[in-house]
């Protein structure tokens, strides 16, 4: 008899998926949030049977379960946790535990793919073009290769979890995997798929503006409340936003922060850590600690959302080398990027700071955050351009 602790997310409900292909009514699975897996570890340590094999995917106990995992581990064996969380890798520790972030090829993991490679190996579940191209799907929908590789059958799967319960999601898969040649998806779920997507960018567009910009630490944050399609949301701000380190996305009714960055300088699961939390380097989690709520609700309830860049201009053109970039914000100071001698410069309210930058996304940056200024539409362009005109025959 085998029993599976995994996460309650995609990536963990792929390795249930997985283990009841391999096992079927021999294995009995659980799914649990972060903080829960300690509590149903504790149980299984008390009232399971030690002829029952602990499986834990995606999740990783606290210390004081570390070590009764470990005693038990001595006695009986039958345990064996898999991860690919950077936060996870001081379980390698153990010889119940199993952490890979990265293959020595650089393929980013996921629990599934690990959990699959440990299955075919101990010869409990045999390979197949379905369960390989459902795996991967999970895999690059996890580690966010989804986006790069332009993988939007990833996303869909994603998105076709959260449309079903656990359950239903599982007993669809479970089927097709077993009796398909390949994977994809039925009819029915495609145009499922394509409603939810229009409801997605939807939602996305109101969160736009609804984000404000802080500075938690040394790092510049971009924090907005939704309670669904985190990853989404987070994924298309920090892209309309490229001046931020990263999003937090609060939960309030679930008490979670997730945080999200599209960067390679900044490791999120790092300020997670801070919080409690942790997860991947772009994409990690918390609850919302007494800290972490003082950080990112009582600092910022007050502020005020970021201003949209202007969206359909003609003229006023980011990284223009004719007659620059016009910004202005909240304060009506009006910026301009200009381009001379191969640097930007930034002329704030016709004055010239002693600031000088190799790029412009690096001036733009420096501009944003440090006043929150948005690219003006044409209409103010023109008007400036034609100021300065008037001014120069005046003199």
């Known amino acids: 008899m085998y029993k599976l602790l995994s996460h309650n997310d995609l990536d963990g409900v792929g390795c249930g998926i997985l283990a009841k292909l391999a096992f079927g009514q021999d294995v009995k699975v659980r799914y649990n949030s972060v903080s829960s897996l300690n509590r149903e570890i504790e149980y299984f340590l008390e009232n399971d049977s030690p002829d029952t094999f602990l499986l ?226 772009k994409a990690s989690g918390s609850s919302l600690t007494e800290e972490a709520y003082k950080h990112f609700v009582l600092n910022t309830f007050h502020l005020d959302p970021l201003h949209e860049d202007a969206k359909r201009n003609r003229y006023n053109l980011k990284e223009s080398s004719e007659f620059g970039s016009l910004y202005i914000n909240r304060r009506e100071d009006i910026f301009l990027l200009t381009l001379k001698d191969e640097q930007w410069l930034v002329e704030r309210n016709r004055e010239v700071l002693d600031l000088t930058f190799s790029t412009y996304s690096e001036c733009e940056s420096f501009l944003k955050r440090n006043y929150e200024a948005w690219l003006a539409r044409d209409d103010v362009f023109v008007e400036y351009l034609m100021s300065k005109v008037k001014a120069a025959k005046g003199s």
């Open 56 to 281: 834990i995917t995606d999740l990783s106990p606290n210390e004081e379960n570390e070590n009764r995992l470990t005693s038990y581990y001595k006695e009986h064996g039958n345990v064996q946790l898999i991860d690919h969380h950077k936060t996870a890798l001081h379980l390698n520790d153990y010889e119940w535990g199993y952490v890979v972030v990265e293959e020595e090829s650089g393929k980013l993991t996921s629990a599934t793919s690990l959990f699959y490679q440990y299955l075919v190996y101990h010869q409990h579940l045999e390979e197949s073009e379905a369960i390989s191209e459902f795996v991967e799907l999970v895999r690059q929908y996890d580690t966010w290769e989804w986006e790069k590789n332009e993988n939007h059958k990833a996303h869909s799967l994603n998105s076709l979890f959260f449309l079903v319960s656990i359950d239903e999601f599982e007993l669809k898969m479970i089927e097709r995997l077993r009796t398909s040649d390949h994977f994809d998806f039925d009819d029915f779920e495609k145009k499922l798929l394509n409603m939810e997507e229009d409801k997605i960018e939807r939602y996305i567009r109101r969160k736009k503006r609804e984000i404000v910009q802080a500075l938690v630490g040394k790092f510049y944050a971009g924090v907005v409340y939704a309670e669904s399609y985190h990853s989404e949301v987070g994924n298309e701000l920090a892209k309309e936003h490229p001046h931020l380190d990263y999003i937090a996305i609060l939960n309030m009714g679930g008490k979670r922060i997730s945080f999200r960055t599209n960067r390679d300088d900044v490791d999120v699961s790092e300020i997670a850590g801070r919080y409690g939390g942790g997860g991947h380097q």
